[in-house]
């Protein structure tokens, strides 16, 4: 019974390149959010979707980043020309249906811009 | 708008004696809690909640919480600590906007805990 699945689990990047963070939420669940940490931090949300839309994107950077969930296949964070203060750890945790589901997390991608 | 805040980045306590974690928040409607627990590299794992009726929420590994209201606390404890424990824990609230959906989660800074042998 696989929990949710992020990759990659580390990922370096260059000034200005593009990161993109995959999620598999768990076998059922239809809920992904976003969550990022910064050093020193606690996670942030940043957005919340389902499959093929987007419920809730109020803590998304309203520019290079952005966030899709297709009806096949992970979520997938991008963020584009990325920045050195883009470098955090990137979490994605998922939820089934029923009201006061837990959400459940993924191990991180930790981004590294260079 | 929900906030956490955790008193406290750095907690020791000895192997043995008694945990205590404080977390205050605030909510414009009754809240969510929750308890995570971070290890080194990890992501988090959820220690206990608390969503409707008894205030005393236990948790794995020992852990329990305590919801009051009149204080708008959640303060984790745990009776003998673990050298297994030594972790950081995020105290967090939900954003409860669409009805009973856990939706986006608010957390505190985190609170690292430090086991003395």
């Known amino acids: 019974n696989a929990g949710v699945m992020q990759n990659p689990r580390h990922l370096v990047r260059r000034r200005g390149q593009e990161a993109r963070l995959r999620c598999s939420p768990m076998k059922g669940h239809s809920h992904v959010y976003w969550y990022r940490q910064l050093p020193e931090e606690g996670l942030k949300f940043m957005v919340y979707l389902q499959k093929e839309n987007i419920i809730d994107e109020s803590g998304m950077p309203k520019e290079r980043f952005s966030a899709e969930f297709p009806k096949e296949g992970p979520s997938i964070l991008r963020i584009q020309q990325v920045v050195r203060g883009d470098s955090a750890a990137y979490f994605c945790a998922s939820s089934g249906l029923i009201s006061t589901d837990t959400q459940y997390f993924g191990p991180g991608t930790r981004l590294t811009v260079l | 708008a929900q906030s956490v805040t955790q008193l406290g980045s750095h907690v020791s306590v000895s192997e043995g004696a008694l945990v205590l974690l404080r977390c205050n928040y605030s909510?414009?409607?009754?809240?969510?809690l929750f308890w995570y627990v971070q290890y080194p590299n990890q992501g988090l794992q959820l220690l206990l909640k608390?969503?409707?009726?008894?205030?005393l929420v236990k948790g794995i590994n020992g852990f329990e919480a305590e919801f009051k209201k009149s204080e708008t606390s959640f303060h984790l404890t745990k009776p003998s600590a673990h050298m297994s424990d030594a972790a950081e824990y995020f105290c967090?609230?939900?954003?409860?906007?669409?009805?009973?959906?856990?939706?986006?989660?608010?957390f505190g800074k985190g609170t690292r805990l430090h086991i003395l042998p």
């Open positions: 967090a609230v939900s954003d409860r906007k669409r009805g009973n959906r856990d939706d986006k989660i608010i």
């Open positions: 909510s414009s409607v009754p809240p969510y």
């Open positions: 608390y969503t409707t009726g008894a205030t």
